[in-house]
């Protein structure tokens, strides 16, 4: 293996595996980190910021090619477990958590995954409405181990914020008004971060570095706080929260500029192309329509809260409806709007 993919290889498991001594497991659990859950959630430069060009598919073939025997075995043991956790975990409806299980799995239970009954056990851990502390004491109750929530959290945290859930979206087919507010809601809560004329993609260092010299005022006067708190993850600004969900797609992951019809134009812009629209005090009822006010817009997602990308020093945030300065609704134009079946 040559020395630059060794490196690679090296800075990515320690992106993840955050507490080294918690990690006491064997090559082939973390070449599973590496390949199995790392590289389909984001392209490998995104965890190098900008240092390093790989193509993600060639690394993971040098990597497998690179391997002896015995270690392609652990891989393949490593494979079989994690797609296990997937078929049982969605099976019973936690779907959207798999990862947190099979990030368990690699970072502390890989003992006790020889066991028959180890994936139903650790996914008999998991239930509704769960914070990490609750999790992290189900599965030290069952397996005896002493994690922390802290520690879990920390690893999750990077994934969280770089991973796009869509397993609860009505229709990946359309682009509808539905799903945008779960994206939203999703960014919220995954702490995606505001840079001006992003749009959901990670911020790597490269493209940090072109949007300080596209847009001195706007991102070069914040470089600072962006390099601390936002550079290695998904960033957008107001209405690139709305166009990147406008541009995502479901298949490859990955969100490119004007795709599906939706025009890249700004918050003003959106404003004006919109058909249906009214001042603020007409809004309908349902919600799942823009907000706007001169140079902002956000995502209106009922019970009197709007998603918005406040600002570089926020970043995506829930705000109260009454408090932003909106002063017009619309219906954002190149997406269908669609009767809501069930709360987002």
């Not at 969605?90 to 890989?110: C, D, I, M, P």
């Not at 397996?143 to 929530?149: N, P, S």
Request: one cysteine or more; a negative charge.
């Amino acid at each position: 293996m040559s020395a630059t993919i060794a490196a690679a290889l090296k800075k990515i498991a320690v992106y993840i595996l955050t507490d080294k001594k918690a990690l006491k497991t064997a090559l082939g659990i973390i070449l599973g980190v590496i390949i199995i859950i790392i590289m389909p959630i984001v392209a490998v430069v995104s965890f190098f910021n900008g240092d390093i060009n790989i193509d993600t598919d060639r690394l993971q073939t040098m990597v497998v090619q690179n391997l002896s025997a015995e270690e392609k075995a652990k891989l393949q043991f490593v494979e079989d477990i994690m797609n296990t956790i997937d078929d049982k975990m969605t099976a019973v409806g936690f779907n959207s958590r798999v990862k947190e299980a099979q990030v368990l799995y690699v970072l502390a239970l890989s003992d006790f995954s020889n066991n028959p009954d180890f994936a139903d056990k650790l996914v008999s851990c998991f239930s509704e409405n769960q914070t990490d502390e609750q999790l992290i004491s189900a599965v030290n109750s069952a397996f005896g181990t002493q994690l922390t929530a802290e520690d879990f959290g920390n690893v999750m945290g990077n994934i969280r914020s770089l991973h796009i859930d869509i397993s609860d979206y009505t229709d990946i087919s359309t682009k509808n008004n539905i799903d945008l507010a779960k994206w939203g809601i999703h960014a919220q809560e995954s702490g995606w971060g505001y840079v001006y004329g992003t749009y959901g993609a990670v911020l790597d260092k490269s493209v940090f570095e072109f949007k300080k010299n596209q847009y001195p005022d706007e991102v070069g006067s914040y470089a600072d706080f962006i390099e601390q708190n936002w550079l290695g993850r998904r960033t957008a600004d107001c209405v690139g929260l709305i166009k990147g969900y406008g541009w995502y797609d479901a298949e490859s992951g990955k969100i490119d500029i004007g795709a599906n019809g939706m025009q890249d134009v700004s918050a003003n812009g959106m404003f004006q192309v919109a058909r249906e629209k009214g001042t603020i005090d007409t809004i309908p009822e349902t919600p799942r329509l823009a907000v706007w006010h001169e140079g902002h817009i956000g995502i209106y997602i009922g019970n009197g809260e709007v998603i918005e990308a406040m600002g570089t020093q926020y970043g995506i945030v829930k705000t109260q409806l009454k408090n932003g300065g909106w002063t017009h609704w619309l219906k954002i134009p190149y997406i269908t709007y669609i009767e809501e079946k069930e709360n987002v």
